[in-house]
């Protein structure tokens, strides 16, 4: 058993569900949940829960918010302070880029979006050339990092002691740089790339307003709504929006596409997900020779119906 | 000003990967293009340079072919380019980075050095981090706006669901390149011959007094990606389907 | 899978799809089943450009054309879905006499076809296309129904048919072996189970010559990497509301089209880049090639001459992908020799263009047993085994790059030759020959004078060796020559019952008495032609028969495919084993008589006759008979003997003064004397009934191949005659597809011509309506786009009695 930290990610006070699918992780090691800010109090039972033997949180001097940089050496400081043999994270925006600082700083290895990892034989396996190999790697060196692809582990509750310490990093920003805004999204959405359950419309959807018709089935499911790039380029739904090649790359339980013809691109986006669905008029759609489910269907047809299935 | 494009030689995206050997891929049969999100970096470099004069440098650490990735970015309006060549399909991101290093140093320093948001191969997100690292620069990456000022670059890069923070960072400075920077141009034709005539300078890797065997993280197994071999359909009416695919989901997948 | 169906099409191309597609829509409904090992599309047929226009060299291609924009235009109706056809007219270039005089000869043959199309001037191709720069250009062809398609919609849409009609298509399914069972059905098997089926299809593009090997045979066709560019937006072509018309500049090897807002420049590079020519490997699947740009920068640079936009912008996708040529670039289509119900559509460089024609025609082929138009241009058959791989792959490199290279009906290139060649062929070579290749073989066009260049200028003019033809067609006249006619196809057919199924195969007479000759010609089930044939009888059980050498494969497979099967009769090909060289001129028999052990007298040797005689130590078939209208004999010889042979017969011939004569003499002599060309006067679209050899059709015997054809058309009287035009040109004689027109009409249309040496005529051949077949009736025949007086004459303008022959 090796001294594992967990970098736990918080939002509104609660800890992401992706953040317990990187505890089940690190199931079997010595968890040292690494939360920084003040918010340790009240994550602690769920923590605790998921497997958490240490709760260390994290403060330093200086306005830790505002400075990745900062925080990378406050968590490095825990890092070295207790002992920490490998430090796992979500491969979300903020995880990849926080793991990627520490990698910098401490100069040891990191492996990004990792689909497995075995902390014992440090070996990951992670996706390489869009989802079309796995790559197995070997991880060298004393410490190691990983970032972990939302939803590819289920988590799974293993109760723990979870032990709060309070660590008083004793750091100093380099002062490169600094956040000065944060600007929010205009409507309150969830995060495609931590989504567990995604529902995509695709060119089908003929029109932006369409899109309130998979928002209200995706309501109901916890899911986030996402587009293909032919709707992307005919302007249906911003590029914030789009799965694939060239806009995100997701790996939820559940995909559902609707209207999705299923190019190579859009795959390469979604490939990784647990269960594919998609619904689609032309039952010569591509999609329909990758996927697991399908139902060959006018989407506002078929959306509406599943919409008040789930509503039963 | 003097900017430095960190380009990486990438199969296209839409190349099928065929492997060879238990790590390898055959690379001299599919096509390669610059990683997509670098194009993004070399379109910022090349216009920055257009507004306020100075030159953009290529530099990118791949084989021998890669040179025509190298001719594509010249043929955007870079000026030259540094290649620090490896015969390694796969170099991990510290060694990768450490030759990037070495590379820009010899040349001497520049006032930003871009690179896409990570590259398409082996998608890694931490070379340019770790650039920045060695190099004692700030670091800001996914950055889908820049405008400079005052010896300063204020960014912004999104951070999931269609948030984005505004980020001040003091030159010189690394900023990964990300799609919404701008529109990358398409290369004409005289620009591509012109290119050809650029100048090219090629380092060995095997020169910089970096040890391949000291990479952070070996490959031991590339496997292609099993394809789902097609949909189980769900029949009946627009009703039925509907009931069908919620059972299954709930209760055979258990994903609802 | 099914396991069972009448015809399986072997890939999932826009060619093998429309093929399942019209299979399944004429009838064959759910007993079509095709495979594809991957994706649709995923061969060749995704890097199309979708060019799609009328635009064909051949006169029959040009009708698959027709037919496929007329099929693309309603499949969204039939098939509800979209396959981005767009109308844009289309314009060809030229830049040279040369090229103008091309475009002219397509300008009539599309006239024949009753086509809109019409030169334009360069300051009209400017006001059509504000992009070009048209200096040095000396005009163009128009033809404004040709457009474009997008071809992965259009599979879809003839996918979707197909299983509209009933046809099972499965993809991700890979053939693996292709076996024949006792009963003559084909059983294919795959990875997804086996198939028994009647016939197959093999279109599988890129694996074509996979395909075909499994079956054993070897098809020339190979991948080379073709590129076209796609440039960024050009904000003039997207504010404008119009669509411009396809520009093609043969003479700088580009095209260029419109894409939505933007342009495609594709081309036809110098050194094309052969890919995978030892064979593409299965996996191979949509994947693009590294683009050249060094090996085609010249064409870019073509292109900016012409569309100097394209200078200032930005290449948005340069695509690379292999697609499929042949030795001469036409595809591979329809019966495979020696095998039966075993179908080829492929080797396809423009398959988009053809794909919907091809569909219907070949379709209809399998299923009706004849082609619906004469398809010998496109049949598979039209290569000899010396069309092999490593001949492709030399020949191919000279036909890509001279993809759009004028056309020209006297040019032979020098690619890949010599390939086979006479045993004399040293001594041609010495007496000066300027060479053709006909079927692989070298033959002698003409023999120049001594000092004279040995090459003759390609043009649709009179050229250089014009005056060296005349010379030789008056030798022949007057005194004696030898042609050489080695590569005539040869075939030996006995038995006991050779005589009745030859009978069965011709609608002439087999010859009853040993040493009789018949001109038989053989018929398909319509009555049309099939084949050019002369039956010599050996024995009563034994037959000597010739046909067209270039027909060889095509001849031999209908009678394979028609022999009976108790082993009464057997088929010997001879054509390797025997040369045949022809004495002809008022003084042949005076040579021959000299060099040879026999009685030659008019009364001894009879014309229309044959014997085995001793030329020299060589023990010769000897044929009173020959194609040029003199006085003359074939002398067919083992062809180790050639040498023997013709030594016997020049030195026989030095006090006669014997000398060579050429395929362009021939073929000027045999206009004279009206005799019939295989492909030209005899094809498809005719019976002997319509033309001079009507005598050689005998209704009163038994049962013969077409003969109910032919007593249909005898009750209906015939639509077309065959004529002989005396034709007013002096620089430019017909060559074949040239309109006749009367009063403005189209009433018919040659067949071949040239310049008669020996009546000092330009002559035509040609099916007019029988109305105006009178002698001395007036007409025009449209040569290069311009009309010529022509009238028709009595057949044939040369010695109408056949004395000199009979002599």
Redesign the interface.
Known sequence: MSNTGVLIEIDKGEVKDTSLGVLTAAAGEQIYALVLGDDAAKVKDKLALYGAEHIISITAPGDVAASP?LQAQAITAAIKEYDLKAVLGTA???G??L???I???M???????CVEIDITEK?AK????????????????DV?LCTIRPNSIEPAEAPAAGNIIEFKADVKD??????????????E??????A??IITGGRAIKAAENYKMLEECADL?GA?VGASRAAVDAGFA???MQVG??GKTVSP??YIACGVSGA??HF?GM??S?????INEDK?A?I??????????DIF??VP??T???KE | MKIFVCVKHV?D??A??K?AGDTG?EDSEIKFIAS?YDEYGIEEAVSLVEKNGGEVVIVTVGKDDAVSTIRGAMAMGAHRAILVKTDSQFLD??LTAKALKAAIEQDGAGDIIFTGKGS???????T???L???LE??????VSSLSLDDGKA?V?R?????????????LP?IIGAD??LNEPRYPKFPDIMKAKKKEIREIEFSSLDLDESN???????????P??S?????DGS??D???Q??K??KQD?K?? | MKTNARAVVIGGGVIGVSVAYHLAKYGWKDEVILLEKH?LTSGSTWMSAGNVSFFHPSYYCTQINIKSVEIFKQLEAETGQNVGWHTTGSIRTADNPGRMDELGYYYSMNRCLGMDVSYVTPDEIKKMHPFIQTDGLLGGLYWPDDGDVDPNSLT?AM??GA?QHGAEIN??TMVSAIEQKKSGEWLVKTDKGDITCECIVNAAGLWAPEVSKMVGIEIPSIAITHTHILYEKINAIAEADTMLPLVRDPDKSIYLRQEMDSLILGMYEANGQQWKKHGVPWDYAQEEINPDIDNISDCIMNGIERFPVLGDTGFKHVTAGPITYTPNGNPLVGPTAPLKNFFQACGYSFGVTQAGGIGHYLAGWIMNGEPEIDLWDVDSRRFGSYANWAYNTEKIADTYAELYSAFYPNEFRDAARPNRTSPIYEYQKKANAVFGDYYGWECPNYFPPEGEDGYETPSWRRSNAFKHVKNECKHAMEKVGIIDLTRFAKTEISGEGAFEWLNHMTCQNVPQKDGAIALAPMLDHNGNFKSDMTITRISKDQFFCVTASVGKKHDQHWLLENLPTDGSVTMDDLTYKMGCLVLVGPDSRKVLEKSCHGDLSNEAFKFSTSQEIYVGRTKCRINRMNYVGELGFEIFHPIEQQVAVYNALTDAGKDFDIKFIGMHAMNSMRLEKGYLAWKSEMNVHHTPLETNVAWSVKLDKNDFIGKEGLIRQKEQGIDLKLVCLEVEANDSDPWGYNPIIKNGEKIGMTSSGGYGHRVEKSIALGYIKPEFSAAGTDMDVEILGRARKAKVVTMPLYDPENKKMKS
């Open positions: 940089d979300s925006s903020t990849k880029d793991f990627a600082r990698a910098a700083v100069d040891v290895s990191l492996v990004s979006d070996r992670k996706s390489h050339f869009s989802g079309k190999t796995f790559a197995d790697l070997k991880i060298n060196g190691f380099p002062g490169f740089i600094k956040i000065i805004e944060t600007k929010k999204s205009s409507a959405k969830l995060d495609l790339t931590e567990p359950v499911m986030a911003p590029h914030s090649q060239t339980k559940l190579v691109q390469a490939k990784t647990k269960v594919i669905v998609a010569d591509p329909f020779g990758k996927c697991d489910y399908g139902i060959i269907g047809e078929v119906a599943l008040s299935k789930l | 199969p995206t839409a099928s990967i492997l891929f997509p991101s510290s398409v191969d082996t998608e890694s997100f931490q340019q981090y770790r920045a690292g060695l620069m700030p670091v800001v990456n996914e204020v912004e999104e951070i999931g669901s269609g948030e984005k923070e505004v980020i001040e960072m003091t400075c799609r919404g990479a952070m993280v070996e490959m031991e197994k590339l496997e292609l990606v394809e789902r097609g949909a189980k359909m769900i627009v009703d389907q509907a009931e695919l919620v299954i989901l997948e994903v609802l | 994706e879809q996918a979707k299983r993809l991700h």
